[in-house]
């Protein structure tokens, strides 16, 4: 026996794998194998007002929502096409009625479902419910590991109560749990106990995720933006705590790319190995690319295919593959291994998602980037704009002294 | 802070020859038709799990004791037990370190 039987290697960080790639001369034409996993934002709709949230700052309407028997159809159609995985998420997807009944759904056609919610509005039945309709994981964000200050960057009186309780009942119906908190300046401190709470709480991992600045965390980046030095405390609390648990906690990091030199392969590369769908049943190649405004999205409600859409629409082909690069990237040795870095991000900072990644030191406005971070960080306000569907509501002052 | 080691315990299994290894409730065991080959599924993460290790897999069934599955596979291939033990029982704890193998409840 060869030791490469003994391991089981994850395949969803390799783009070649099921793909095939007819890549052309500087063309679009390329064929893609479906994606293993697909995000599914139920709903816009969120009890909680996070400012780093990546939704859109347009947000969906609950009238424009995807009704139950189009989700339903949608689900049928991904496993029928090969998706194996989906994420329940939003938004909160708890606030939609018909969630059990979708979980149910998706597992009737066969697929691997997980919940990704801020489980305030979970109860001991609802979880019951979801695991036996077949839910097989779920993650639940916390915003701190003291409840003051997770509450206020929530904006949700005694939130931080309730995921907790939400937590232990889903170790008791035997869900396993992923915590999923999102770092930023006014929380980062707080990273080593929030640690010990997801081993506390019985967890069996936990994302550590800087704040990706698209959407409302884009409108935040000021009461958001780190410091270097934060940084770097992060990732040696990140390393110590890697080594002392394994095998009791697993631990993903997702680095933050102001300070960074090479830019993040964002989404795997464009269109290459992920899509999700939006509320309003949008097919997108990022969650966050409605924020490219330039871009014409199809949605499922279209005359359109899923695997149609996935192989030939406009928006996916646009930034597949390296033919559409410019320099610096179209002569870089680094354009396969990023693919250029994130086009949302190119977008907000350059005004064109057909541009380098700036996180990237090969960007002209790398530079630039890199002190807007510093200065933000030094000197940005602490008060946060609330995610809300009145367009964000700045939190009063006295409140944001508390961090 | 030492609020760490009770609940985890669990996931501290020890795989040994008498363990009596099954697959953890996050982790399906599949054959993907639309790429005609096997996958374990977990959350938020698929793996391909190459054909000794999905047979390997599907012996860990909750009833067989993994010194009977290295048996079985003995007889198989021809390599010596104690190599291919080793070889089980590291993927095994491997498998069960990441929290998708857990000890089958007697």
Redesign the interface.
């Known amino acids: 026996?060869s030791?490469?039987?003994?391991?089981?290697?994850?395949?969803?960080a390799d783009p070649r794998?099921?793909v095939a790639i007819l890549e052309g001369n500087r063309t679009v034409a390329e064929q893609y194998?479906?994606p293993?996993?697909v995000l599914l934002e139920m709903t816009h709709r969120c009890p909680l007002q996070c400012g780093y949230c990546s939704n859109p700052v347009e947000m969906e309407r609950a009238s424009n929502e995807l009704t139950t028997d189009e989700w339903k159809k949608v689900l049928t159609e991904l496993a029928e096409?090969?998706v194996?995985?989906v994420?329940f998420s939003g938004g909160e997807p708890t606030v939609r009625k018909d969630l059990v009944e979708l979980v149910q759904h998706a597992s009737d056609v066969?697929l691997?479902s997980?919940l990704i919610t801020s489980a305030v509005l979970l109860s001991k039945e609802k979880l019951e419910a979801l695991a036996d309709a077949g839910l097989?994981?779920i993650?639940i964000s916390f915003q701190a590991s003291d409840p003051v200050l997770a509450n206020r960057i929530g904006g949700f009186r005694n939130g931080h109560a309730r995921k907790l309780e939400a937590a232990g009942w889903a170790r008791e119906v035997?869900?396993?749990l992923?915590v999923n908190a999102v770092m930023h300046r006014q929380n980062m401190h707080q990273l080593?106990?929030i640690i010990?709470?997801a081993?506390?709480?019985?967890a069996?991992?936990i994302e550590v995720a800087n704040v990706q600045y698209y959407g409302w965390a884009l409108k935040n980046r000021a009461s958001l933006m780190p410091s270097i030095e934060q940084i770097d405390e992060m990732t040696k609390v990140v390393e110590e705590a890697e080594a002392r648990?394994?095998?009791?906690?697993?631990i993903d990091f997702v680095i933050p790319d102001y300070y960074a030199t090479r830019p993040k392969k964002c989404m795997g590369g464009w269109g290459r190995q992920f899509f999700n769908i939006t509320p309003a049943g949008k097919i997108l190649p990022c969650h966050a690319a409605e924020t490219i405004t330039d871009l014409n999205f199809e949605s499922v409600r279209s005359n359109h295919s899923i695997a149609w859409i996935w192989q030939n629409s406009d928006a996916f082909n646009k930034y597949r593959g390296t033919g559409w690069m410019p320099e610096p990237c179209r002569s870089c040795a680094f354009k396969e291994q990023d693919y250029g870095g994130c086009r949302c991000q190119a977008f907000a900072l350059t005004g064109s998602a057909g541009n380098t990644d700036p996180a990237c030191s090969f960007s002209p406005l790398h530079d630039k980037i890199f002190k807007i971070a510093e200065t933000e960080a030094a000197e940005g306000t602490n008060r946060y704009i609330y995610r809300n569907f009145a367009g964000g509501t700045l939190e009063p002052e006295e409140n944001a002294h508390d961090a | 802070m030492n609020t760490a080691a009770a609940p985890a315990a669990r996931r501290r299994m020890n795989v040994s020859e008498a363990s009596v290894p099954t697959l953890a409730r996050g982790a399906k065991l599949r054959f993907d038709e639309s790429r005609q080959r096997w996958v374990l599924l977990v959350p938020e993460r698929v793996m391909a799990p190459d054909d000794i290790a999905v047979e390997i897999l599907q012996m860990c069934d909750g009833a067989r004791a993994v010194a009977v599955i290295i048996d079985l596979l003995v007889e198989k291939y021809a390599a010596p037990r104690e190599e291919i033990a080793a070889d089980v029982i590291a993927m095994l704890q491997d498998l069960a370190e990441s929290g998708f193998l857990v000890e089958a409840k007697s």
């Not at chain 1, 030791?3 to 969803?12: A, C, D, E, R, Y």
């Not at chain 1, 081993?199 to 019985?202: L, T």
Request: glycine share 12%; charged share 15%; net charge negative.
């Open positions: 026996m030791p490469s039987i003994t391991h089981s290697s994850p395949v969803l794998d099921g194998g479906i293993l996993a096409i090969g194996l995985q994420h066969g691997y997980n097989s994981h993650q035997g869900l396993p992923t080593p106990e010990d709470m081993v506390a709480m019985d069996d991992r648990l394994k095998g009791i906690l697993a």
